[in-house]
């Protein structure tokens, strides 16, 4: 089977784009060696992934493969009280995964099923849809709102008196978007007890402080039905180690175990998980970095007029007013890869935000469009 990123990449190889960064270098320069990309190889602003790579602090890990000949469970349990201590949490509240992806799995397995129903929002991260419906879970997908928000109440009536999971992306995927926290709190108050949430965070780091949001880890609403799921594939710059986890009761996490794959989060992700933990600065750094990246397309948006929605992530959305296959044509032309389209959002184009010199060369493809 094709991953889901293959089956969306587009083929074809041209020219590296030259183009000289005008920010201030000082700022990028510990992960200047680092390129997402081979040289000569696409600019790749297609998959919300951090272009700067691993934390330096990972980077710099001596002989990481030195006991890759032993099964990971020694660090595997570091890195679960590790992330049990950093939520405040018991260590029996923490599920790790092959990426969050593999939690997205795990929770359509343990809580959807036939007559048991996943409700998603549209357009929104696609990946548990799937994973329902090989559970032969009815999955039912309510729009956005006009705000981009979830339509919590919809969502909610959807379920349905069998019960099932509601799939919450905060901030939701592709739109950059949030759904305000205290919707959210009353949302979850109201819902059933055979309902559960899956709350998505893979953007939380990049949430700048806002009134409109608070995780819900770091203030939990003290309720056994919400999972929250984290990844490292983001802020971390971790997406090809694949690593992330799960919080929630100690009830669920056993009932997601059951569905787990034994050892599925190999001992090179658990010690870059772990080490880049231990790197506040680090991650700050990344976090300051993306505002400023982020800053930086708005400015460049908002000088050429065009319809961006706000961002609180690691990309954007924007309204191109041309039909999105034909923006993302243009683009492969210019050896660029933006995001594919999400329909019903026919004529936007969803960029992740690259280094500097990439998005200089994203800019100049599209004034040529
Ligand atoms: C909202 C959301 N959740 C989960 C994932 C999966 O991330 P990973 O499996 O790399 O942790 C992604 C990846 O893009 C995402 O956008």
């Not at 800053?295 to 039909?323: C, Y």
């Amino acid at each position: 089977m094709l991953s889901r990123r293959s089956f969306f990449k587009t083929a074809g190889l041209g020219a590296a784009v030259a183009a000289t960064a005008s920010f201030p270098t000082e700022f990028f320069s510990w992960a200047e060696p680092q390129r997402a990309t081979q040289p000569g190889g696409p600019i790749l602003l297609n998959s919300n992934e951090n272009a700067y790579g691993p934390f330096p602090s990972v980077l710099a890990l001596k002989n990481p493969f030195q006991d890759a000949n032993r099964y990971p469970d020694r660090v595997y349990d570091a890195l679960i009280e590790r992330i049990a201590d950093l939520h405040k949490v018991k260590a029996d509240h923490v599920t790790l995964g092959c990426g969050s992806t593999e939690i997205l799995k795990l929770a359509a397995s343990a809580f959807t099923g036939p007559g048991r129903k996943l409700v998603m929002a549209s357009p929104t991260f696609e990946a548990i849809g799937f994973y329902a419906q090989a559970t032969k879970a009815e999955v039912v997908k309510i729009p956005l709102a006009s705000s981009y928000a979830h339509q919590l109440t919809q969502m909610a009536q959807a379920v349905g008196k069998d019960g099932g999971l509601i799939y919450i992306c905060n901030p939701n995927n592709p739109t950059a978007s949030l759904t305000p926290r205290r919707s959210l709190e009353n949302f979850i108050r109201e819902l059933p007890s055979n309902t559960y949430v899956l709350m998505d965070e893979a953007y939380h780091d990049f949430v700048p402080v806002s009134a409109d949001y608070i995780s819900f880890l770091q203030t939990p609403v003290n309720d056994d039905r919400v999972i929250v799921a984290r990844t490292f594939s983001k802020i971390y710059g971790m997406a090809g180690l694949r690593l992330g986890y799960a919080v929630t009761s100690a009830q669920n996490t056993k009932t997601l175990a059951a569905h787990k794959l034994e050892d599925s989060t190999n001992i090179l992700a658990l010690r870059a998980g772990m080490t880049s933990l231990d790197h506040d600065d680090e991650h700050k750094a990344a976090v300051q970095r993306n505002g400023f990246d982020r800053d930086e397309f708005m400015h460049q948006g908002a000088s050429r007029k065009l319809q961006v929605i706000p961002s609180w992530t690691n990309f954007v959305m924007f309204n191109t007013q041309r039909p999105i296959r034909t923006v993302i044509d243009h683009f492969k032309k210019s050896n660029i890869r933006i995001g594919r389209p999400f329909p019903p959002m026919d004529t936007f184009a969803r960029i992740s935000l690259g280094k500097p010199d990439e998005m200089k060369a994203f800019w100049q493809a599209w004034d040529r469009l």
